[in-house]
């Protein structure tokens, strides 16, 4: 299984919701990464996690909260989002940091109303 | 710190023609070096990658890149384009410090035409 499954697919949300965008992998890996991808733009990295921790934090707003449950399991909590933030968000993982390459999800498709 | 640049926002090219995809990165520390697609409305997928083992890398879908030290490049090419090819095209960077990941370049649209 080389799968990264993300749900849902496509999301649209208001400006005073809350919402959680979920990736899972059965791979064993141990890094997991969440990137927010605007059209005809490359991924941005916003969090990195590493054996269940965060060690990466681009800065990103507040209004965005990742959580990290399991070693499988990675999810990103969505509150009082602004339309800009709408985007692609891809989740992805790999064997670990470093060189070892990332295997991505088909992505969320959000739109802030 | 480490960058990727491409060369070329959108490159165009006819069925059967050779594909080359330019990517020059710039790294202090020896770089790992990734070529990925992505489809419309889809995540994207590992083309091929370098880690410092063979300079000339070949990976799926008949891409191949060589990894030129003295050049800082990564280009991908294909020797004969097929319409299936049409998509985006991303080079990546990254290395085996702790607290890296993969630093993305801007992109290459390639286009096929028949």
Known sequence: DTEVTQTPKHLVMGMTNKKSLKCEQHMG???MYWYKQKAK???ELMFVYSY??????ESVPSRFSPECPNSSLLNLHLHALQPEDSALYLCASSLERGPTEAFFGQGTRLTVV | AQSVTQLGSHVSVSEGALVLLRCNYS???PPYLFWYVQYPNQGLQLLLKYTSAATLVKGIN???AEFKK?????HLTKPSAHMSDAA????AVSSNQAGTALI???GTTLSVSS
């Open chain 1, 52 to 57: 269940e921790k965060l060690s990466i934090n």
């Open chain 2, 70 to 74: 003295s050049e800082t490049s990564f």
């Open chain 2, 88 to 91: 985006e095209y991303f080079c």
């Open chain 2, 27 to 29: 790294s202090s520390v």
């Open chain 1, 29 to 31: 890996h141990r890094a």
């Open chain 2, 104 to 106: 993305f370049g801007k």
């Open chain 1, 41 to 43: 733009k490359p991924p």
């Open chain 2, 62 to 64: 008949g891409f191949e």
